[in-house]
């Protein structure tokens, strides 16, 4: 038996079918005067309406198979043909013509479906009872004009249920044509299981469709439910005794049909006081809506005469007479509410009597709050802060305009609503977060700068608020919330934050941000073992720009590179600018090395191409340090050591990248203590200079020094030049080092010239590729020789091959103005870079220094010889002279004395001298080592020469330093 659409039940029937509220029932709703539960319909635009029609779909086709099984599993499939069909026809006409149950105007139709299958279990093979209740099925859903989803689920879960019912009987003992107890019981307790699975599957699809509770769904009007499977058992096996001849009981059916009206009415009167306290809420909530107090008195008869059935209700003065069949509350002291004329005629019951007090004490309530409101309203209206007004619990009763205007709700909407619905959105945030919590429940006030209210259009409004509670007689009768709107507030310190953490000029990270997710990074490194990595970016020439441009051009140009960065790389990446001209990048989560490649190679593709700024096309390129990021490394390190590889790549050429090597780490901390030492020895004075002659071959003198710079290291002891000098260079201390050997030199040479006058001498002084590019060189070299003072053509300065040619045009400037000085010029290495003959014959120079790579070879190689040769005669045709350096031996000398060579130097010669050991050789010595080359007819005889290359074998020549 099936019982259609309840909302004692809301999920249910007992058989095959669906409330018809789900769209998957059978519809017949009848005038049950029971409303519709509150699901939604199955339609296409249904909540799971995929999910349910598969399903659906499911349950048609597993009924067709237990269909077909069935088939199979019987000898003789219609054997009962004619008790088949009769039972079919049975089970149709219920299903067209159902019965009905009524109580008081409301009623709720059944079916006898597991009534027939008892008989049907006991009478009928499998095969013909499934298939007179499939085709029963579908004919009364065909009847109904029922939707296909409909007919399809009923129809098949009705025979999949049946068959496993029927399939339980016959396991249990039942069998065709055996009327025994044990029979009926098995045969009973079949038809349990099919009810009991139709009852799962239909309340599986409810909970589907409106995404409900399953187990809300299971056990909603379970009492009812029982009552009903019981009743159709009974009828059940009524019937089957009718049909084993024992006609007499059939008239006993109207029993159990009619115990089953007597529970469905005590259910109808249930469901009555049910929706009479649903009624009852919401006549309050709709009173308690309004603060207007003839609203509150018409929205109270209103409610009086729907929720007691009345003919009629008014408002009388308490004194008055009641009236005939009348029912009457006061409200006030002054005014009662009076009703009178049942619709369903009859007296007045004690229920109807509470209903109504209970209404009028609302009405009681909500006039005395909308006394109040007139009076606050007039108060606070004029206010800029937002004023709301709340119960104990929780409701809305009073709000003023400047609420009302921030929230975007009028007063009739904020009214009579929870303040969580209106604040929080419904969710009641618990703790010191719920501004109410301290007020009603710890009577205190509680204040928030920093919060927020929802806004009518679903938006936040962020606002500062205190809350108030209002106790009255010591009881806490509700609260008092006053807020102000802190939009502009939070906008600045949104702004202030966003400018702390961000550059102001391109809006990237800033170093503080990118030092923060650089430590975020190490942290999930640490967690996943992840890899990430580091890529610092230097802009090549960035200087030349800004300084021939002017600065407005070079942020223009920082701010176009920024955009085309940031287009390299992934969203979740970070891009930061640390200042001037240097940005950094975090890869995040890569894979191997050659990720973080890839990113940086893709930069410098981007920044090949020009950027349109300042009307100019403006070529840029950048120098990329990249540095591999793990959990073992320090994010620190990692920073560092990316600047360090970037500083690698502006060394090996510019706009290339360099990815660091972890095992150079600690030579990098070596060279960062000796350049801290190498400042110090400069500020202390540390250094000394060493000497080294310069030898005429034609009258075998000593011409001049070339001075060169010691560092004994106070750990290391004496270091090699090449040690110092290259990372003086790239840290820059080469300029204070280069101004330091310059003024020594000068002052040193000054003591020689006044100590042995009349000995002309020329003392050598290397210009560094830093100190050449100085705007003020000649100023300074001016100012040594002023302050030393030193004749001017004594101090000859030396600069590489290379450096004069890297920009010749403005070398040949500088060195003129150094020419202006009166001061001697020499081109040191001559031949190791790619000088223009024409640029050299432009160049102002006294000197060429014949590199030693073309001396050390000069007496094996006859190209090397060519080389000099052409050397020396180029540097006398354009009126220089040529120095060999790097005299190492006796054939050396005598080569270059034949190919005409005026001046040498070398450790064949003299290693270089502290000034203390070149006095000597000034005073006395000359002469001697003159005799010694006469006697042998060229340079060495009886001199002791000590060579570079052999330290113990060497020999000195003593006579010249």
């Not at 999949?160 to 009327?179: E, H, N, Q, Y």
């Not at 969203?571 to 973080?596: I, K, M, N, W, Y």
Request: aromatic content about 6%; glycine content about 8%.
């Amino acid at each position: 038996m099936r019982r259609a659409n309840t909302a004692m039940t809301q999920s249910a029937t007992v058989g095959a079918v669906a409330p018809e509220s789900l769209a998957v029932a059978s519809g017949d709703m009848g005038s049950t005067g029971l409303p519709t539960p509150n699901v939604p319909a199955l339609t296409e635009q249904g909540p799971n309406i995929v999910l349910v029609k598969w399903l659906c779909a499911s349950a048609s086709v597993l009924g067709a198979v237990t269909l077909a099984i069935a088939f199979a599993a019987t000898r003789h499939p219609l054997h009962h043909m004619w008790l088949t069909i009769t039972f079919a026809v049975g089970i149709g006409v219920l299903q067209v013509m159902p019965l009905r149950l009524s109580h008081e105007g409301q009623g709720e139709i059944i079916h006898l479906e597991e009534a027939f299958l008892v008989a049907m279990a006991l009478f009928l093979s499998p095969f013909e009872a499934l298939l007179a209740v499939g085709g029963a099925v579908c004919f009364g859903h065909t009847w109904h004009r029922r939707g296909w989803l409909k007919t399809s689920f009923n129809t098949g879960q009705f025979v999949l249920s049946s068959g496993i019912g029927i399939g339980v009987s016959r396991l249990l003992g039942a069998s065709t044509g055996d009327l025994s107890t044990r029979a009926i019981l098995a045969a009973s307790a079949g038809v349990l299981v099919f009810a009991m699975l139709s009852m799962l599957a239909v309340a599986s699809v409810i909970t589907f469709v409106s995404l409900g509770r399953f187990r809300d769904n299971i056990f909603d009007g379970v009492e009812v439910r029982l009552a009903t499977w019981a009743s159709a058992l009974a009828v059940g096996v009524l019937i089957a005794s009718a049909m084993d001849r024992h006609l007499w009981t059939l008239p006993v059916t109207v029993l159990p049909i009619a115990m089953l009206q007597l529970i469905y009415s005590r259910a109808f009167g249930q469901y009555r006081e049910r929706r009479q306290i649903e009624e009852l809420y919401a006549a309050a909530s709709s009173i308690r809506s309004s603060m207007d107090s003839r609203g509150i008195l018409e929205q109270l008869l209103a409610s009086a005469r729907t929720l007691l059935d009345a003919t009629g209700a008014r408002l009388v003065p308490v004194n008055s007479p009641l009236s005939e069949g009348g029912l009457r509350a006061d409200v006030d002291g002054s005014i009662a509410v009076e009703v009178s004329g049942r619709l369903a005629g009859g007296d007045w019951d004690v229920n109807d009597e509470g209903l109504l007090r209970a209404l009028a004490s609302v009405g009681s309530n909500a006039l005395a709050h909308a006394t109040l409101f007139e009076q606050v309203r007039t108060i606070t209206s004029s206010l800029g802060e937002g004023v709301m007004a709340i119960d104990p619990q929780e409701i809305i009763t009073f709000v003023n305009p400047a609420a009302e205007r921030m929230l975007g709700w009028t007063g009739t909407e904020l009214l009579g609503r929870s303040f969580h619905d209106v604040a929080h959105g419904g969710s009641c945030r618990l703790g010191r977060l719920c501004p109410l919590v301290g007020a009603l429940q710890s009577v205190r006030t509680d204040r928030s700068d920093d919060d927020s209210f929802l806004q009518a259009d679903g938006t936040s409004l962020p606002v500062s608020h205190t809350t108030s509670p209002v106790v009255r007689d010591g009881e806490v009768v509700g609260a008092v919330i006053a807020f102000r709107d802190i939009t502009e507030r939070k906008a600045f310190e949104q702004q202030l934050a966003h400018q702390a953490f961000h550059d102001g000029l391109t809006g990237l990270s800033n170093r503080a941000l990118f030092v923060d997710r650089l430590d975020q990074a190490h942290a999930r490194a640490t967690r996943t073992s992840s890899m990430y990595a580091l890529l610092f970016i230097d802009l090549d020439r960035f200087k030349v720009v800004n300084d021939s441009l002017g600065h407005q051009v070079g942020d223009q140009l920082l701010v176009e590179v920024a955009q085309r960065l940031h287009a390299c790389l992934r969203p979740g990446d970070t891009l930061a600018r640390f200042g001037g001209d240097e940005f950094v990048v975090l890869l995040e989560d890569l894979v191997d090395q050659l990720s973080a490649e890839t990113v940086a190679q893709r930069i410098l593709e981007e920044l090949e191409r020009p950027f349109p700024v300042g009307g100019r096309d403006l070529p840029v390129s950048a120098s990329i340090g990249v540095v591999l990021g793990s959990a073992n490394r320090d994010p620190d390190h990692c920073l560092r050591n990316a600047d360090v590889a970037m500083y690698r790549a502006k060394a090996k050429g510019k706009a290339c990248y360099v990815i660091f090597e972890p095992e150079s780490e600690g030579r990098e901390l070596e060279r960062l203590d000796m350049e801290l030492a190498l400042r110090t020895a400069i500020e202390r004075n540390e250094l000394q200079l060493h000497y080294q002659p310069v030898v005429s071959l034609e009258n075998v003198s000593i011409v001049g020094f070339e001075a060169l710079v010691r560092w004994t290291h106070p750990e290391r002891g004496p270091l090699s030049p090449a040690d110092f000098i290259p990372m003086a260079e790239e840290s820059g201390l080469i300029l204070p080092l280069g101004r330091w050997v310059l003024e020594e030199a000068c002052r040193q040479m000054r003591i020689w010239q006044d100590t042995y006058p009349g000995v002309p001498l020329v003392v050598s002084v290397n210009l560094s590729a830093r100190q050449f590019r100085q705007p003020d060189l000649p100023g300074q070299v001016a100012e040594v020789l002023a302050r030393t003072g030193l004749d001017a053509h004594q101090l000859c300065l030396e600069v590489t091959e290379s450096v004069m040619m890297d920009d010749a045009e403005t070398a040949t400037v500088t060195l003129r103005k150094l020419k202006e000085l009166g001061t001697c010029l020499s081109i040191d290495d001559f031949g190791t870079g790619y000088s223009s003959l024409s640029y050299l014959k432009r160049f102002p120079v006294d000197y060429v220094k014949i590199d030693r790579s073309f001396i050390k070879d000069l007496g094996n190689h006859a190209v090397d010889s060519e080389i000099v040769r052409a050397v020396i005669r180029l540097a006398s045709a354009v009126g220089m002279s040529a120095v060999a350096e790097g005299v190492e031996n006796e054939e050396q000398m005598r080569r270059l004395r034949a190919l005409g060579c005026p001046l040498v130097q070398g450790f064949y010669l003299s290693r270089p001298k502290p000034a203390a050991e070149i006095g000597p050789m000034l005073a006395g010595r000359v002469d001697h080592l003159r005799r010694g080359l006469r006697a042998q007819g060229g340079i060495g005889g009886e001199a002791e020469v000590q060579s570079q290359g052999d330290a113990e074998g060497a020999r000195s020549v003593e006579p010249v330093a």
